[in-house]
């Protein structure tokens, strides 16, 4: 049996204009332009997108089509959609349930006060006070706990069954593992000895942070600290909120590129009542247009965070328009992810901040050993999520003994106190964990690879950005991240350019 690529065509179209109105009903909600979120229409109105017929269409590509084959690629991509379009369909009352609560919800102090659940985060970044930090989180545990993480449960619940249910493999992580092209237990594999070849590392930088700007020690730090602790604010006054956007397209500028993709790229910088705390990248249609959405709390985190957040909108706003659907919309996450990472490690080169912000050269040694530390606690943080996740998923834990566990495991990573509320909170979707690692793993081969091609500094020669358009941005999500690093730099993913790199800032 051959597969006719032209069969799928229709399929595609429909699959493209369901995102694109998924796509901007998602942003008008979590951008603070509308209330709540109506997914159950659109689903409704394009079932014919991911209905019987098409599955059965898609099934039957994928299993005409001969592994290591472009249209192997192309029907593993579709099927793995059209999957998750009928779990979505079948959960999409309990997002929008969730996207409500976590839209409308407030905690209640002590004193009366009255925080929103969404500015939490934010609030407790900026509350230099530990006491007062605990006594919101404090409040939001025991709020998550009671609405919340039962919501979260039962999503995860019904999603890891229905998943596992697929007809696919015989479980959830065999599964994703068989859709996606992912091995899951060669990157735990890895997770597991970076923790321990830079836990002495970890055991030498933590204390010393946590005494120098809290004035605590590892024993009595929580997860209500970790944004406080990040938010470096000593440094606050090189990054002023009126130059950000300025400088940050400057930068791409000078890259040869264009900072909005030839204004396909719409920046959302602004405070807005009802805007998502957490910055994000909507791509409503690709690659015409795209949005670009944060809300600034203050200081550097924010110019990381529009850094991150432009690697993705170029990325998509420069894909080719003659890409099949599947190259633009889908595939793996970790290669647009590594694009982020790309851009807002820019915060974590001397060279780049002397020229950009407002840092003075004799505190960028200082910085740079703060973005190590927080470089190599976002790593742990991740490697232990991962860990947790596969326990999560893969269903030999119970549900009861997931929360002890989920404490236990990123407090072996961190060395922080976390909830055992958020065990369920704290779970990205899809191992979205595994796609972050390996972008990480990916952005730093990139590098090395930009720096052998266009020097130290070639997030200024203009000869880089129309390079990084046409062999990265240009190509969508055609490939995996391991066989985009093997094209561009030749070499496999792993940990080790990472750990050179926070040895190197960390002096």
């Known amino acids: ?154 999503k995860l619940d019904r999603e890891r069954d229905r998943f596992a249910s697929a007809g696919v493999a015989t479980n959830y992580i065999d599964t994703f593992e068989t859709l996606s092209g992912l091995s899951l237990g060669g990157l735990r594999d890895q997770c597991k000895a970076f923790l321990s070849d830079t836990q002495g590392m970890w055991d030498d930088v933590l204390p010393r942070f946590l005494k120098e700007r809290l004035k605590l020690t590892v024993s009595e730090a929580t997860r209500a600290d970790v944004g406080a602790l990040m938010r470096a604010r000593e440094f606050d006054g090189a990054f002023p909120a009126d130059a950000m956007e300025r400088e940050v397209r400057r930068h791409v500028a000078d890259m040869g590129a264009s900072p909005d993709a030839g204004g396909r790229v719409k920046y959302d910088t602004g405070e807005r009542e009802g805007k998502r705390s957490r910055a994000f990248c909507a791509p409503v249609r690709i690659p015409e247009e795209v949005h670009l959405v944060i809300r600034p709390h203050g200081g550097q985190n924010d110019w990381m965070t529009l850094l991150h957040e432009l690697g993705h909108a170029l990325h998509f706003g420069n894909a080719e328009r003659s890409l099949p659907f599947e190259y633009r919309w889908l595939g793996d996450n970790s290669v647009t992810e590594s694009y982020a990472m790309l851009f807002d490690h820019r915060l974590k080169n001397g060279g780049w901040l002397r020229r950009y912000t407002g840092l003075e050269k004799a505190n960028v040694g200082e910085y740079l050993r703060s973005a190590g530390f927080e470089e190599l606690h976002f790593l742990r943080r991740y490697c232990g999520k991962l860990i947790y996740e596969m326990e999560l998923y893969g269903g030999g834990v119970s549900w009861s003994a997931l929360p002890d566990l989920y404490v236990e495991t990123l407090g072996e990573a961190t060395d922080f106190q976390y909830r055992t509320a958020d065990a369920f909170v704290d779970v990205d979707p899809r191992f979205y964990s595994a796609r972050y690692l390996r972008a990480w793993q990916l952005q730093a081969l990139l590098d090395e690879t930009l720096t052998e091609r266009f020097n130290d500094d070639w997030w200024r020669n203009p000869s880089a950005g129309p390079w990084m358009v046409g062999e990265l941005f240009g190509h969508g999500q055609r490939e995996l991240a391991d066989e985009q690093a093997t094209r561009v730099s030749g070499k496999t993913l792993g940990f080790a350019p990472l750990v050179r790199s926070i040895e190197r800032m960390l002096g």
Do not use: C
């Open 1 to 154: 049996m051959t597969w006719d690529n032209g069969a799928l065509e229709p399929m595609r179209a429909r699959a493209e204009t369901f995102l694109e109105e998924m796509s901007r009903e998602v942003h008008g909600a979590l951008a603070g332009f509308k209330t709540g979120v109506d997914l159950q229409p659109i689903y409704a109105r394009h079932a014919e997108a991911y209905g019987d017929e098409t599955l059965e269409t898609v099934r039957a590509a994928y299993d005409a089509a001969r592994p290591g084959t472009d249209d192997h690629r192309s029907a593993r991509m579709l099927l793995e959609w059209t999957i998750d379009s009928r779990i979505g369909r079948e959960l999409a009352p309990l997002d929008e349930r969730d996207l409500a609560w976590e839209a409308t919800a407030t905690i209640t102090l002590p004193d009366g006060t009255v925080e929103p659940y969404q500015r939490a985060a934010i609030t407790m970044a900026n509350t230099a006070e530990a006491a007062e930090r605990r006594v919101l989180d404090d409040a939001r545990a025991t709020l998550v706990a009671a609405e919340l993480a039962p919501l979260k449960q039962e």
